[in-house]
């Protein structure tokens, strides 16, 4: 959320000569391709930070003088707010709790995420964690493909845009960075970089680096944010064309408790506390509340008698969402002979993160049975030491996710001729991914024993471990791509034709009974004997299997690019999206019997059309371009009329089309402006059935039980976007200060797919508690730095101010969306909310913090 981005300042254009190896793709083998077109024939890189690449894809490029004036510590993905088309709101003003992204309508699990060409969409569901991300001083840039993916991308995610970021290459001289922070809601970060030269006689150089960060949660008393993070890269350059090889490490370790998530009700009746329908007040000086803490979970116990369990530790707030992900990153380059060149990029991925709260455990048994079943679990033994089998404990109940992660990138170049190269591919993601739900205990004033209870899992009176989920999947890509480009009439027109066939195949080992289509299930564990006992009860519900499926396409991708001169270019763009079911509804879909169509969805699949026009000189930069998607089987939830429940499911064809624009003009090398702006308008085709008519349903106007009931989606627009967003950023240098403000309005997001309010009350009789959208906003950030250099110090030392929210604007920042909420009858009726009010987070308050960093 939050748009802070910046043009950087005053640095006149650099010269050519510096900018002739630009990283505008994601692997090694497509900054290889993409390199000639996006230099030959052109007068500018950049200006102020900003760049418009020459290529037939709507992309924008922003480099470290842009990220380097954002909140310290910042994500990257806040920083791309500056980009046309991007939305991202963000929990917090430091970037530490995560947030929400969309592009061009595209929600976070549509977008493809790399980080220099190791895709960090999670393997289960493709969710984006941008609280995970590099350390913004080791970002040399970050871009953006508005509408479309690079050739060899290694993603099942991707039906529309990318952001692709990439690392620094350790400098040729020794030198050192420190910087130290301090700002508002107690956060404090350091953060150390050592680059060590050349050190060895063929050139090796390399760069390690460390930071830590922490910070109170704004909005209450009790929760903290912590980070810490480790990189490091080592670069061997080979002769002197170029080659090279690298490798990099990354580890971040994250410790955070949620916060921030309420139902969407801003109305007058809430009120300051930390219930589940009170998370914030409405009044804008009223945003921090009390958590019960310190407390104790010592309940009173009475031995025979039925004891609740304390509540002390199982607010929502004091829930911890921890996390530990790592990666080693290979890259090389080889010029095998004249006009042949082979990139190879290998990787290794590790993630271990959980997230939830608390559940009441039973102390007896279930049917005479120990297990997880009805969601909590069931101990079958004494917990509290009174001697009875009565009572409920709260315990420990995250949602646990390891993965292990292997892939890599290989492209193979051949210059054919003078302006006419091909490049073949072949890219291979393997991901082993295992969830589990592993129940832990607390201590006696509520915090968790161990945040990862998967480390010893607490167990039953059968010795067996206790868990809310247990699977085992295996995702796994083998894709095959080609792309041509060739350069005709002089250059002024440049044509890419790309191909890419992935392969992908989803080994799914489910190790429990799967209770309902929306992932309920009730567990024992692999082999347990209670496993025949519970099948033999529950004959109609599907028991521990395995699936595999399997899914296939052919994608073009195909681009034009004219430039009738050296400052205005033309350019177009096709390609075919597509987005295999994620493993987590998958396992949604295990309800149903495997040779159903329930259980086996279609891909979503899109295609997208980009036309726009550049204007490039030393002063300016500027992109408009018009573009339009057209989605099909477009997956998402949906009502399955045979269970009456909510399920994944294909919602058919969704079109969207905008146009996107941004220019960025520095007149004079003090000054530099920028202003961008998108538009967007999404239709859904159809109605998609919400529900069927029930005796509550015939006496508002229903024909007969039973009849279907439909959610009115078709001709709506699709929830969680806004229609538009504008803004702009000014900064000027004067003698030592550079000053900066950026400002971006947001407009409104419809809530639900049927573009209806929120509905409270009886369905005769329903009550508007929330409208439909919600509130547009607002968000200017603030940046002022002051050069040292008077005090004698260099020109690397200086010190950095930041002002996040500089108006301290209350507006809704994340929130999930569904379908089917407020549902219309065939009459035109309106119900009320079939399903629970959509929870989200309020956007980050005013944030004020300092940076002093020092280099040498």
Not at 117 to 137: C, F, H, K, R, T
Not at 365 to 386: I, K, Q, S, V
Not at 781 to 804: H, I, P
């Amino acid at each position: 959320m939050n748009f802070r981005n910046t043009l950087a300042a005053g640095a006149a254009l650099l010269p050519l000569a510096l900018l002739s190896t630009p990283a505008f793709a994601q692997s090694t083998g497509s900054v290889d391709f993409e390199n000639e077109i996006v230099v030959t024939g052109t007068s500018a890189q950049d200006v102020a930070g900003i760049q418009s690449p020459d290529t037939s894809k709507a992309k924008s490029v922003l480099g470290q003088e842009v990220i380097a004036r954002q909140n310290p510590g910042q994500t990257i993905l806040d920083t791309i707010n500056l980009v046309p088309g991007v939305v991202f709101t963000n929990n917090d003003a430091y970037g530490s709790s995560g947030g929400q992204l969309t592009i061009r309508g595209f929600s976070a699990d549509r977008i493809s995420l790399t980080f220099d060409g190791v895709p960090l969409n999670d393997s289960g569901n493709y969710a984006i964690y941008s609280n995970q991300q590099l350390d913004p001083e080791l970002i040399e840039q970050v871009n953006v493909n508005l509408g479309s993916t690079d050739v060899d991308s290694p993603t099942a995610a991707a039906t529309g845009s990318t952001v692709n970021y990439r690392t620094m290459t350790p400098t040729e001289d020794f030198g050192v960075k420190v910087s130290g922070s301090a700002g508002e809601y107690s956060f404090f970060r350091v953060f150390g970089l050592i680059n060590t030269g050349e050190f060895t006689p063929f050139g090796t150089r390399a760069f390690v680096s460390a930071s830590s960060a922490s910070n109170d949660n704004p909005f209450n008393n009790y929760g903290r944010i912590r980070k810490k993070q480790f990189n490091g890269r080592i670069w061997q350059p080979i002769g002197s064309n170029g080659d090279f090889i690298s490798v990099a490490g990354h580890y971040n370790e994250n410790r955070n408790n949620f916060f921030g998530s309420l139902p969407l009700r801003l109305d007058a009746n809430r009120v300051v506390g930390s219930g589940s329908g009170n998370r914030f007040p409405m009044n804008n000086d009223e945003r921090e509340y009390n958590i019960n803490y310190p407390c104790t979970t010592t309940a009173t116990v009475t031995p025979g008698d039925d004891d609740s369990a304390s509540s002390c530790g199982t607010e929502f707030d004091r829930r911890y969402n921890p996390s530990n992900t790592g990666n080693i990153r290979g890259a090389s380059k080889f010029t095998l002979s004249e006009g042949v060149t082979l990139t190879v990029d290998p990787s290794y991925q590790y993630v271990k993160a959980n997230g939830g709260g608390t559940v009441n455990a039973r102390e007896r048994l279930n049917n005479g049975l120990a297990g997880y079943m009805g969601g909590r679990p069931y101990f079958g033994m004494d917990l509290n030491g009174d001697g009875d089998l009565l009572d409920e404990v709260a315990v420990l109940a995250p949602s646990q996710t390891q993965t292990h992660r292997y892939g890599v990138i290989a492209n193979l170049r051949w210059d054919i001729a003078e302006g006419h190269t091909v490049r073949i591919g072949y890219t291979f993601d393997r991901a082993r991914h295992r969830q589990t739900g592993q129940v832990g205990f607390l201590q006696l004033n509520g915090e968790p024993i161990d945040v990862f209870p998967v480390n010893d899992g607490a167990t039953d009176v059968t010795g067996g471990v206790l868990q809310k989920r247990d699977r085992l999947s295996y995702a796994t890509l083998n894709q095959i791509s080609g792309e041509y480009r060739g350069e005709f009439m002089d250059g002024s027109l440049v044509t890419t034709l790309g191909i890419r066939a992935p392969f992908f195949r989803r080994n799914l080992n489910n190790y429990c009974f799967t209770t309902s289509d929306s992932g309920f299930v009730d567990c024992f564990g692999q082999g347990d004997p209670r496993n025949a006992t519970y099948a033999a009860a529950n004959p109609a519900v599907q028991g521990p299997q395995q699936r595999v499926l399997k899914y296939d396409d052919i994608l073009p991708n195909v681009g034009l690019l004219f430039k009738p001169s050296n400052r205005i270019s033309v350019f177009a763009n096709y390609s075919k999206g597509l987005q295999v079911p994620g493993t987590d509804s998958l396992y949604n879909a295990f309800f149903f019997a495997p040779n159903t169509a329930s259980a086996r969805p279609n891909p979503e699949k899109s295609d997208n059309f980009d036309l726009g026009v550049r204007y490039r000189t030393g002063q300016v930069q500027a992109q408009l371009s018009g573009w339009f998607t057209k989605y099909s089987d477009r997956l998402a939830s949906a009502y399955d009329p045979v269970t009456e429940r909510n399920v994944y499911r294909n919602l058919g064809r969704v079109d969207k089309y905008g146009i996107d624009g941004s220019v960025a003009f520095q007149p004079i090398p003090e000054l530099a402006l920028y202003a961008f702006g998108s538009w967007m308008k999404s239709e859904i085709k159809d109605n998609v059935q919400a529900g069927s008519c029930t005796a509550v349903n015939t006496a508002i106007g229903c024909a007969a039980i039973g009849d279907p009931l439909f959610a009115q989606t078709a001709g709506k627009r699709e929830s969680g976007s806004p229609e538009y967003t504008f803004g702009g950023s000014v900064r000027g240098t004067l003698g030592p200060v550079e000053l900066g403000i950026t400002g971006k309005r947001t407009g409104g997001r419809f809530i639900y797919d049927t573009n209806l309010p929120i509905y409270a009350g009886t369905q005769a009789a329903p009550t508007i508690v929330y409208p439909a959208k919600t509130n547009a906003y607002w968000l200017v950030n603030l940046d002022a730095r002051l050069s040292l250099e008077f005090l004698g110090l260099n020109d690397k030392t200086f010190f950095q101010l930041n002002v996040y929210n500089l108006f301290d604007n209350l507006y809704v920042g994340s929130y999930t969306t569904s379908l089917n909420q407020g549902g219309v009858l065939g009459s035109g009726l309106v119900t009320a909310n079939p399903g629970s009010v959509p929870f989200a987070q309020i956007g980050a308050p005013r944030t004020i913090s300092g940076t002093l960093t020092v280099g040498f």
